[in-house]
């Protein structure tokens, strides 16, 4: 069988808040229906599409913990910056998650596999261009490689699976690069024989006929940017359906009880409650309706176990509905949590 049949079959100082359940009921505040559907209108966001793993997923990802995936592999300097973004949780980035990544070489030829009819050259003892990462606060994983060469029947692209940290997966789906004379493909596949790149564009297949990619390429389409001499840079960012608002990301049980802030909305001053059975770090984001944040509303700062009543004025903050982003960090793990504040 070949590639191409393989694959047509195949998110003044400050205090903490932490979320409850309860913070989700319609039945707090008369105001909170139209500032909910506000949010989400603003906040909206689809899930990236899935899309097959192909002939060639790494066999064993979490063997391949690293971020520079190069390896022996020679090629124009590439850097991937993929963000991943939970659509169950107002569309923020999302922390915590394992985010796997391959591609073929600039000749078109995977590691770990080879000797067969879809692929000839045998590398199946080797690890190249694959990788696995765990997203920072910003959602972040970045890898550093070379650029993607092509074969028959596919365009330039790049393979993703993400996980959950307890393994779980939550999307396969593929990265498409931006075409034309202009684009980074036609640049090192046309001009970049001293780099090893010599196939040219003859032959290519473009992204309109890609099995893969023909019925759109709106929410996979990357941006890259650079040179040839200086490397290229691709950002991306791929929405998934995670843990839904207000709810943990890890299986260890909680040893904090937090509640809802009061008052809440709020003019002047909310105070939020908290009780830590240990001592712990807790860092608080609070973001906008656009998903854009405004505050640190405490960055890594230490609280002693025990009860605690944390305020928070209103500063500068417009009338409207936050989300405050909260991480916990203690002997049993790491908690993220989110609040809906509202501010009159």
């Not at 699976?161 to 307890?166: E, F, G, I, P």
Request: aromatic share 10%; glycine share 8%.
């Amino acid at each position: 069988m070949d590639r191409k049949n393989f694959l047509r079959n195949s998110l003044g100082l400050a205090g903490v808040a932490v979320a409850v359940p309860s913070i989700l009921r319609s039945e707090m505040f008369s105001e909170e229906k139209p500032v909910i559907n506000v949010l989400k209108n603003t906040l909206s966001c689809s899930v990236t599409n899935s899309e097959t793993e192909g002939p060639f997923p790494t066999h064993t990802p979490s063997s391949l913990v690293q971020s520079n995936i190069v390896s022996d592999r020679t090629g124009v300097a590439f850097t991937m910056n993929i963000y991943i973004k939970n659509t169950n949780g107002n569309c923020a980035a999302y922390q915590g998650v394992l985010v796997d990544v391959w591609h073929c070489d600039k000749d078109g030829n995977y590691s770990e596999y080879g000797g067969t009819s879809m692929q000839s050259a045998n590398y199946t003892n080797y690890h190249f261009l694959r990788g696995r990462q765990t997203t920072d606060a910003n959602g972040l994983v970045t890898f550093t490689s070379i650029f993607p060469g092509w074969y028959q029947s596919r365009a330039t692209h790049i393979h993703v699976h993400v996980y959950k940290a307890d393994g779980t997966s939550l999307l396969v789906t593929q990265i498409a690069f931006p075409e034309g004379t202009s684009s980074a493909v036609y640049d090192v596949n046309v001009n970049g024989t001293s780099y090893g790149y010599t196939k040219g564009m003859t032959g290519y297949t473009y992204n309109s006929t890609d099995n893969v990619f023909s019925d759109g390429t709106s929410n996979e389409m990357s941006t890259v940017t650079g040179s040839l001499s200086a490397g290229y840079i691709l950002t991306h960012t791929i929405y998934v359906a995670g843990a839904f608002l207000g709810t943990q990301e890890t299986s260890n049980p909680k040893n904090f009880q937090v509640e809802q802030n009061y008052p809440n909305p709020f003019r002047e001053e909310t105070v939020f409650p908290i009780n830590l059975d240990e001592r712990s770090t807790v860092s608080i984001d609070l973001f906008d309706a656009s998903g854009r944040k405004v505050l640190d509303v405490i960055d890594h700062q230490q609280l002693t176990a025990g009860k605690q009543e944390i305020k928070m004025s209103r500063n500068q903050l417009k009338s409207g509905m936050y989300v405050a982003k909260i991480t916990i960090d203690n002997s049993k793990g790491t908690f993220i949590e989110n609040l809906k504040v509202l501010v009159h």
